[in-house]
């Protein structure tokens, strides 16, 4: 019975441990995202470090972020015909590529594209900053880190990743499109029609909320887990998947959250 006891005791203190470490993860993240948030409406601001992020983000992430939209298009289009082909719905495709493109593979493969790329950058630059004492420097340089390093880049994030998830969404429907008027033999104009008659705004507008707070989770996440790195080239290394794994999950979770409270009624 008393060794029953202890390992029912051990067991309890490890969960103790694991959900204490998780709210104070918590609580940390929740005030690293407030002070960024100040700073974005406080000057000094830093237009030449905004417009550089956005270029890094935005302009070099469009090549993934397109192929993966029209090679995903075209593959969505080809799996609902050949389902509804089983029904004699094969007339949906159309229909289904466009929402399925817009509300929901459109934005989300576009922030994990975007997460995958840009995430682990930011954190692999600001921990070597973080490690080679550079952030050390510029505060005693009387120059902010959040003004200077983190805003920007949330800023950015957030501003062209309904760009991004719009070209994300085109090109989607255009492999979707391609695929279907090449190979599975349906009529361009008609295709095209139905496509338009079952696009409607709010699932325009929903996929632009999405894409702005996937941006500002893509960031904050990589801005966090490298500002708080240590321990030199592994811990780097460290941050930098974390920073990843971490976007991923956020992106996935207000994914979900999104669509509940839009599309949920």
């Known amino acids: 019975m008393t060794g029953l006891f202890t390992t029912f005791a051990h067991a309890l203190i490890a969960l103790g441990t694991v959900v204490i470490g998780l709210f104070g993860s918590i609580g940390r993240l929740t005030r690293f995202a407030g002070t960024a948030l100040s700073r974005l409406v406080r000057p000094p601001y830093y237009p030449a470090q905004l417009f550089e992020q956005m270029l890094v983000i935005g302009y070099f992430s469009l090549p993934v972020v397109g192929l993966t ?140 909320v999405k894409a702005a707070v996937f941006g500002f989770f893509i960031a904050l996440m990589g801005c966090y887990h490298g500002y708080h790195s240590s321990g030199g080239a592994a811990g780097v290394g460290r941050a930098t998947t974390n920073a990843v794994v971490s976007a991923f999950i956020l992106i996935l979770l207000s994914n979900l959250i999104i669509t509940v409270i839009v599309f949920g009624s």
Not at 79 to 91: P, T
Not at 185 to 202: E, H, I, R, V
């Open 69 to 208: 939209a029209l090679f995903t298009g075209s593959a969505l289009a080809q799996q609902i015909y050949i389902g509804g082909a089983r029904f004699n719905a094969a007339a949906t495709v159309p229909a289904v590529t466009v929402i399925g493109i817009v509300r929901e593979l459109g934005p989300v493969l576009g922030g994990l594209m975007v997460a995958g790329r840009v995430a682990s950058a930011m954190a692999a630059e600001l921990g070597t900053m973080r490690v080679t004492e550079q952030i050390d420097a510029l505060t005693t340089l009387r120059t902010d880190p959040f003004r200077y390093l983190v805003a920007p880049r949330i800023v950015a994030a957030v501003l062209v990743m309904p760009v991004l998830v719009l070209v994300s969404n085109a090109l989607g429907v255009m492999g979707g499109w391609l695929l279907a008027t090449q190979r599975l033999g349906f009529n361009s104009a008609q295709y095209l029609n139905t496509t338009a008659n079952y696009l409607k705004l709010d699932d325009v507008m929903s996929s632009m």
